[in-house]
């Protein structure tokens, strides 16, 4: 559990800095994600943006990787994948994925000390809620599964993996709030074929490698997440993208790890580590407006005196 929470403490980081670069880019192209153009840090950019389009903006994320906040988040995302990989090896995918989604709670935490943005008090006892959740995964959860999953199973990431990058690639033309919701699916989606296709891959032989679908399910499905991601947090409202990422990364794969990978619980735990799942990630889904970070409110300038005489 302890490298679980690692990687939450390394994606969370890494949101606070990639968020602000992607909105720096969009700043810097004129484009619809310019932070001016946004209500506060969950809001939808203005019409400027709001016109149909593709939803995957990959103009946008080769703007973005040219700016030292977003190398240094996938600095921390490389160092939290490692963590992440590890945890999977020894956890249920239901633990890892809640751990993960309770980096939203890190990212309030970081934006709150580093960006001062305070908290309200309702999201403290979410950043709480989410800590409770956890200790009752830690408490429950039992090892990793012994199954190893069906070649179809393997297949049927490779399957998602492509499905996704035409979902990001329809979601273009939704309206705006169904757009980063589609987005943000899209992305938990992404992160999700990644966390059973860790799974999925047992020998790292080359020679076996490179001919186990899981292999390319996990870039594709790795790479179409961030793109997606990226996107979602330019295009729409942070709020209801990063909910539907939450969603995307966690039910999904928990579900696909009990049923076909045989991950279970301690012994009488069963009851727990449900719980335990509920609230982690109903707390996170409380703290998703800092799926990006958040955007200084402009200062106004003072209404100009009376005119002398």
Do not use: H
């Amino acid at each position: 559990m302890v490298c679980a929470l690692g990687a939450a403490l390394c994606y969370g980081t890494a949101t606070v800095l990639q968020a602000m670069a992607a909105r720096a880019a969009a700043s810097d192209s004129g484009g619809p994600g310019d932070a001016r153009s946004s209500e506060g840090s969950g809001g939808t950019p203005s019409s400027k943006g709001s016109g149909k389009g593709s939803g995957v903006d990959a103009a946008l994320l080769w703007r973005a990787v040219r700016q030292w906040r977003y190398l240094a988040g996938l600095g921390l995302d490389g160092a939290g994948f490692v963590l992440q990989i590890v945890a999977l090896r020894s956890l249920p995918i239901y633990a890892v994925g809640a751990a993960l989604a309770a980096s939203l709670a890190v990212t309030a935490v970081v934006a709150a000390r580093l960006l001062r943005t305070p908290l309200t008090g309702v999201e403290w006892a979410a950043v709480g809620v989410v800590c409770a959740g956890l200790a009752m995964l830690g408490l429950s959860a039992g090892e990793e599964g012994d199954e190893t999953g069906s070649t179809a199973l393997r297949y049927a990431m490779l399957g998602v993996a492509g499905g996704i990058l035409l979902l990001g690639a329809a979601a273009g033309g939704l309206p705006g709030r169904a757009r980063a919701l589609a987005l943000g699916l899209g992305s938990g989606f992404g992160f999700g074929v990644v966390e059973v296709s860790v799974r999925l891959i047992e020998d790292l032989d080359p020679a076996t490698l490179f001919t186990n679908p899981a292999t390319y399910a996990l870039l594709l499905g790795g790479g179409a997440a961030f793109l997606l991601l990226t996107s979602a947090l330019e295009r729409g409202s942070v709020t209801t993208a990063t909910a539907g990422m939450v969603i995307g990364e966690t039910i999904g794969p928990a579900a696909v790890g009990v049923v076909w990978l045989g991950d279970r619980t301690r012994e009488g735990l069963a009851w727990l580590a449900v719980l335990g799942f509920a609230v982690a990630v109903a707390g996170a889904l409380a703290l998703a407006r800092f799926g990006e970070a958040p955007v200084e409110a402009p200062v106004e300038a003072e209404p100009p005196g009376p005119a002398s005489p």
